[in-house]
């Protein structure tokens, strides 16, 4: 097994990546796989040399990001996804932007584009039967959520098959990173996902921070940990009324929505946006905790620390809620470890698997938090799964509040080494972002690439609505809450 | 009256369901505003849907205002009534219903075919509520006339009021199902997957969408009628005391449906048979025991 061993946001160079052959690289990289290791990225680090491959990919058990690099004088390789469904999206997404062609691939598909090649309109996946009819869904939908589209192979109210479209939201933000002066490429990390400001600022800050070897003050690690908890808090707050409101259960609903107003106005007190956005400067943070703001933002938080312990109770002894939320949507843990889930959908179905302690940064190399996880994959998991990450969330805001270290809130950020990379993960409240940025000789950027939690968990939807009832997809659907954005970048 | 009022009904369960969320909520009268806008604007016809579309909304209103027109407002005497109008209401609703599944077939996009089945299914296991409840007072009083089987209840023996007491609870899941409300239908979400009668109207739009939330805030209407005219002997005969307790047991039927919307959870979707099922078996054993006690 030749390959790259690095930790997390640990700077190295380009030359230590030793490239393979491509018989080589295949059969380390399978064995890697075989190995349990999670692929966390597949794209060639030079887009001006594109027959150099990189395969990254994480072991959770050990900490390290292991990195092997081959070289493959045709633009084509022997599909791994069969073997190894993680790999499926990787692959589409590898031919899609570099014209890779993935031999046997099971279901070729477009990631973000309209079709594969051509003006050929894109064939869906269809089951051939008189009794299945085909339910399309999107990517227009009735209420006011981002664009996707869902066809569904239905058998009566049975669903047999979702394949999900998305790309409708692409933007092309890798390449936008690249061409950006620095202040804009903050701004443009910040608008990845709308819902996931401060994970993806983070992921960001981290990945150029680490290439330029600035250090950052604990106080100013602290506060963007404190800032990534108030996100996460926030945004499980959200999924919860959105999962009351699809059951239908009023009262729940609009009390989660007040709840988590609370949450996101302590942000605006911190930087002046409810999103979290402007926080982030390479080298540490903006704005500073005083005294005032972080009284209101614990009168703020202890108000809902009371109130939601109610709210839950109430949610999860309620005989209607539970009827609905258990045994539906169940994605087994040999399912989702094939499918490389990640994050939150991951750890409902029993995978210990969470950034911030197998792949700590920042402030939780310090400070760590404890892994939370329930293990019957079903969306009463991925539910309840929220409410314990909310108590662990504010619990560190209030121990990390109470001992706030002191210090600067910002270094200065030299320029960045030529032909040096860095992984950069942080974990936002859907799971691992990823963030991969890659120097060329002069020390620009020459690749960056993003990876959103939800690029490995829209599988885990379609998965999680096989043999399950066509009227019970809204509800699992918002217990996965994914970003349409994110994906699509 | 039952025109005029009947959208006041629902504007008054959504302003207490606010009301129990803690929220300002639309005014009571919204209900009046909308219909006034859906009655204004210009109505469009899918390209796929052929003449039965059209005549649908139609037929579904003047089905059910004609099926209204037997009921006893206020407790006074209705506008139509002879012997065996209870199943030609009834089949007025059924006749409602038999169209606007036909409609939503006839338009071919998948999510009305969709509703339609959930509904020409659900409708299966509505029908006998209907007969164990309002039929079984027939049965016991011989009377085929929905207002003399009304003005035949006297509430003067205990194992009659609780014989009625228990029909109006089984009535009550009845109107909640051919009403599409919450646990059974959620008629606020935007969700086209999970709706059962709001898919159906979908692709309508302008005045044929009027006529459809018209007839069903009538259909509304008409059940609460039908569920307060249980309580009517109370009144003893005295004019303002039948308007009266008629006035308080349709603010209390208010309150109950938006509690239960506030509290309960949907039912998840094959469950509903069984919950319906429900409702008619305490029909069935409710007719049961009463006649064994007598």
């Known amino acids: 097994m030749i390959s790259l061993k690095i930790q997390n946001a640990e700077v190295f160079s380009i030359s230590q990546i030793p490239f393979l052959e491509k018989k080589e690289f295949f059969d380390s990289l399978i064995k890697e796989l075989d190995n349990g290791l999670r692929m966390i990225g597949f794209f060639p680090p030079d887009p001006a040399l594109p027959q150099r491959l990189v395969a990254i990919l994480s072991d959770s058990r050990t900490s390290f990001i292991h990195i092997i690099g081959g070289i493959l004088d045709k633009r084509e390789f022997e599909s791994l ?18 014209g890779f062609l993935p031999l046997n691939h099971p279901h070729l598909s477009p990631v973000r584009k309209e079709n594969l090649n051509g003006n050929q309109p894109y064939a869906f996946y269809q089951i051939q039967s008189n009794e299945i009819h085909e339910v399309a869904v999107g990517p227009i939908h009735a209420g006011v959520i981002e664009p996707g589209h869902f066809r569904f192979q239905c058998h009566g109210e049975q669903v047999h098959h979702l394949e999900i479209r998305l790309g409708y939201q692409h933007r092309g933000i890798e390449s936008l990173i690249l061409k950006a002066s620095p202040s804009k490429k903050i701004l443009l990390s910040e608008s990845i996902a709308g819902d996931t400001v401060i994970g993806h600022a983070y992921a960001h800050c981290q990945a150029v921070e680490s290439l330029s070897e600035t250090q950052i003050s604990l106080r100013a690690q602290t506060i963007r940990s404190i800032a990534e908890e108030l996100e996460r808090t926030a945004m499980h707050i959200s999924s919860l009324g959105g999962m009351s409101n699809d059951i239908g259960l009023a009262i729940a609903s609009s009390s989660y929505g007040r709840l988590r107003t609370l949450v996101i106005n302590s942000l605006a007190e911190l930087c002046g946006s409810r999103y979290g956005r402007g926080l982030f400067v390479y080298g540490g943070v903006r704005f500073d905790f005083s005294k005032e703001i972080l009284k209101t933002i614990l009168s703020n938080l202890k108000t809902v620390f009371q109130d939601i312990a109610e709210i839950h109770k109430f949610l999860f002894s309620s005989v209607g809620s539970c009827v609905r939320f258990e045994k539906t949507g169940v994605v087994s843990k040999e399912k989702a470890e094939a499918m490389g889930l990640t994050g939150q959908a991951a750890r409902s179905s029993g995978i210990g698997l969470d950034t911030r302690i197998q792949h700590p940064y920042g402030a939780y190399r310090y400070f760590p938090v404890l892994l939370n996880s329930l293990s019957s994959g079903d ?52 799971g691992e972002i990823v963030h991969s940025a890659w120097t060329d000789k002069k020390g620009a950027l020459m690749q960056y690439k993003i990876k959103d939690p939800s690029f490995n968990n829209w599988l885990g939807l379609s998965l999680a609505m096989e043999k399950t009832a066509i009227s019970d997809f809204p509800l699992c659907n918002k217990s996965f809450d994914l970003s349409y954005a994110g994906h699509d970048l | ?79 139509i009534s002879f012997e065996g109008d209870i199943i030609l209401f009834a089949y007025l609703l059924s006749l409602s219903r038999f169209f606007q599944i036909l409609a939503a077939m006839d338009i071919g996009s998948s999510f009305e075919g969709m509703g339609a089945s959930r509904e020409a299914s659900f409708a299966v296991f509505v029908e006998p509520i209907f007969f164990f409840t309002l039929g079984s007072i027939a049965f016991i009083t011989g009377l ?14 205990i194992s009659y009021l609780v014989f009625i007491f228990v029909c109006s609870i089984s009535f009550f899941i009845l109107a909640v199902t051919e ?25 309508n739009s302008g005045f044929d969408l009027f006529l459809y939330h018209y007839s069903s805030s009538i259909k509304l209407f008409i059940f609460v009628i039908l569920e307060t005219s249980f309580f009517g002997s109370l009144g ?4 303002v005391l039948e308007i009266g307790i008629f006035i308080l047991i349709v603010f209390f039927l208010s309150t109950a449906l938006a509690f239960v919307e506030t509290v309960t959870a949907r039912f998840k979707m094959k469950n509903i048979p069984q919950y319906l099922l429900f409702a008619t078996a305490i029909g069935v054993l409710n007719l049961l025991i009463f006649t064994f006690t007598q």
């Open chain 2, 1 to 79: 009256m039952i025109l005029v009022l009947s959208p006041l009904f629902s504007g008054i369960v959504n302003k207490q369901k606010n009301f129990f969320t803690g929220r300002i909520g639309a005014p009571v009268l919204q209900p009046y505003y909308e219909l006034f806008k859906l009655f204004k604007k210009e109505t469009l016809h899918a390209k796929t849907a052929s003449f039965i579309s059209r005549i649908t909304p139609l037929v579904h209103f003047t089905a059910i205002l004609s099926a209204a027109a037997v009921l006893p407002v206020g407790f006074s005497a209705p506008l």
């Open chain 1, 81 to 98: 996804s069969s073997r190894f469904p993680q790999v499926f999206n990787f692959e589409c997404e590898l031919f899609e932007n570099y």
């Open chain 2, 179 to 203: 009403c599409s409300r919450m646990p059974v239908d959620d008629p606020n979400t935007h969700l086209e997957l999970t709706m059962i009668h709001e898919v159906m109207i979908l692709d």
């Open chain 2, 236 to 239: 003893g005969g005295n004019r």
């Open chain 2, 144 to 157: 085929t006339s929905i207002s003399s089987i009304y003005d035949s209840i006297v509430l003067n023996n």
């Open chain 1, 379 to 430: 969306v009463f998991a991925r539910a309840f799964l929220r409410t314990l990450e909310i108590e662990e969330s504010m619990k560190f805001i209030f121990e990390q509040v109470d001992s706030l270290p002191e210090g600067r809130i910002k270094s200065e950020i030299s320029s960045l080494p030529p032909d040096c990379a860095v992984v950069s993960m942080t974990e936002g409240f859907r």
